[in-house]
C-alpha cells in the first residue's frame, strides 16, 4: 500500500487535472467535500485520517475550491454533509469527494463507515454505512462537468466467525 502526504496527493491530482481537462472547465466553480473519520466508538480508532483530510481541505482551499470539511462524523452528519454537498452543485461545476477512515466492500458495494457505526451483522452496515455508489450517483445527477472521489480507506474490515466487525490494519 502506498501512502502519500496529502500535499503531494492533492498536487497529483492538480497535475491530472491540468492534463486532461481544458481550461474552461478549471475555471467553474470547484466544490469539495472532505471527510477524516479518527474517532471510532466501537471499530479500531486511526490515527491519521482526520489530519489527512484536513491537510486535503486546506490545500483544496488554496486551489480555490468551495469546501466542506467534517471530521469524526456520524452517520447523521456525513449524511447531511452529503446533502449539503450535492445541493451546492450544479451543471459544469467540479466537484472533489475526499474520505479518509474505515470502509468496507461488502456484496460488490463499498461503504464509508461513520464514527457511531456498531455493526453485528452485514445488514448493519447496509443501513449504517454511507453507500459510495449512491454519493457518487447524486454527483452525476448534478451534471457536473468533473467529479472525482478520493478514498483512504484504512484497514481491513471483516465480520469474523462470531459476528460482529472485527479489524486487521494494513490491507
Known sequence: MIWLHAKYLIEAVVFIMLIFLPEKVLAEKRMALVIGNNSYQVILPLNKAVSDAQSVGHELKKLGFDVILRTNANRKTMNRAVDEFVSRLS???????????????????????????DAE??????????????????????????????????????FG???GISVRLGA
Open 91 to 117: 451543471g459544469g461545476d467540479v466537484a472533489v469527494l475526499f474520505y479518509a477512515g474505515h470502509g468496507i466492500q461488502l456484496g460488490g458495494t463499498n461503504y464509508l463507515l461513520p464514527v457511531d457505526l
Open 121 to 158: 451483522r452485514e445488514s448493519d452496515v447496509v443501513n449504517d454505512g454511507l453507500e459510495l455508489s449512491s454519493i457518487l450517483n447524486r454527483i452525476a445527477q448534478t451534471r457536473a462537468k468533473f467529479s472525482m472521489a478520493i478514498l483512504m480507506r484504512a484497514g481491513t474490515i471483516r
Open 161 to 163: 466467525r462470531m459476528g
